[in-house]
Each structure stands twice: as C-alpha cells, then as structure tokens.
C-alpha cells in the first residue's frame, strides 16, 4: 500500500492539509500513553487523516480523542475506542479477511485498509453508505468493497470472514454472523444496551463460542434494516 500512501501525502501537502498532521501525530503519542501497543494500529491512526471524515465545521475538533457526530444520529468513535477495537481484531491469528459492521463515515474502513488484505463493509444507512464511498473514493483502496444492506444479516455472499468488526451495540451477536465466520475466526463487537455496555470479543473453545469482556464502552445501538 506504499503508493497509497505518498499518494496521501502529496495530496495533505496540495490540500492545505499539512498542519493537521502534527495533532494527527501528537493524537498518536497520547494513544501510545493511554495503552494502546500494537504499531500497525498505531501506524495506521499516523496514516489516515480523520479530518476527511467528519463536517467541514468539525474540522477543528478531528484530533481531540472524543466521538464526533457524522449526522443521522451517528457518530465517528472515539480514537481510542477505535485503536482498541483494531488491536483486539488483529490478534493472532492475523486475520486476512474481515467484514465491518456499520461502516459510517468511513474512518474505520480507511484504517482497515492499511491493516487486512481485503475489507468488505456493510451500513445500513444509505445517506452514510454514500458519505462512505465518497470519503473513501480519493484513497483509491483496492482491497475495500461495501454494501448498502442490513448488518445484522452479515454479508453471506463474500462470507466466510476470519473476523467481524462491529461498531453499534446489542445484547448478543446474530446467529448470522457466527454462520458467517471461519472456525478460527473472532467477534469485536459492543455488548449490551443504553445503560451498560462492553466491548467483547467472542471466540471458538472447545468447540463453543465464548465471549471475553474487555473494558466499558458508549455506542449506538445495532438496528436491523435499511432506511
């Protein structure tokens, strides 16, 4: 992905975009401090510029570690909350194929990117599935594909996937997406609903999937359908 990314460059630097970079790297820095290790995370967050994802009046705002709303009641999670999801799904095994569930404005997908070989995304909104596609457009990602569907059906005609990122809130996984998974394959995904939640991530033991609890965490809740 090297080509992407002086094309990134080369474009920060005729955009005007060049400042942004120094909050992108001091945001890095204060990740590292608050524990996030994996580097291919941490290169990943140095590498995309979030200010392409959110409202040009939001712009200011794009590298403080807080969620950002993206409009139709959604939001652009936080840095962190972020990182930490992608370093839960890039334990070994390395996944190589991965399916996001609820993709919004695209930020986590321009991140998955750099991280899996091949990313498929799946959102429910159409207004944001084609906020998505626009934002992502400029990166010419060759290893992205999304979807205009209903997340909590999955994707099952690109599935299996050797993990599932999801990025709104439920009491438990649909059956779907553990169909959709292969043996060795893994959950990151928020449990709960609005008055507690956790991110957790669900594996195979002993031929039973067991969910591991990781730390709280505040996100919107999964809703089945298209609007």
């Not at 807080?66 to 972020?82: C, D, E, M």
């Not at 569930?101 to 750099?114: E, N, S």
Request: with cysteine.
């Amino acid at each position: 992905m090297a080509h992407q990314l002086r094309w990134q460059e080369a474009n920060e630097t005729e955009r005007g975009d060049a400042p942004f970079r120094r909050q992108r790297d001091a945001l890095v820095q204060q990740l590292a401090a608050e524990g996030i290790r994996d580097p291919r995370v941490l290169d990943a967050m140095r590498q995309v510029p979030r200010h392409r994802f959110v409202d040009a009046a939001l712009q200011y705002q794009a590298y403080a570690n807080v969620a950002l709303p993206i409009g139709h009641r959604q939001t652009i999670s936080q840095p962190y909350i972020v990182a930490r999801m992608l370093e839960l799904l890039l334990a070994p095994p390395q996944p190589n194929k991965v399916l996001e569930i609820g993709v919004g404005c695209g930020y986590q997908t321009a991140l998955l990117a750099h991280l899996v070989p091949e990313v498929f995304g799946v959102e429910r909104i159409q207004a944001l599935f084609e906020q998505a596609k626009a934002n992502l457009r400029p990166f010419r990602f060759a290893n992205v594909r999304l979807k205009w569907g209903d997340g909590a059906a999955g994707l099952p005609e690109a599935a299996p996937f050797d993990a599932i990122l999801v990025a709104a809130a439920c009491a438990k996984p649909p059956a779907a997406w553990f169909e959709q998974l292969e043996p060795h394959g893994r959950i990151v995904a928020p449990m709960g609903d609005e008055t507690a939640q956790w991110l957790t991530v669900w594996q195979q033991k002993n031929g039973q999937w067991v969910a591991e609890t990781v730390e709280p965490v505040r996100f919107v809740p999964l809703v089945a359908g298209v609007e």
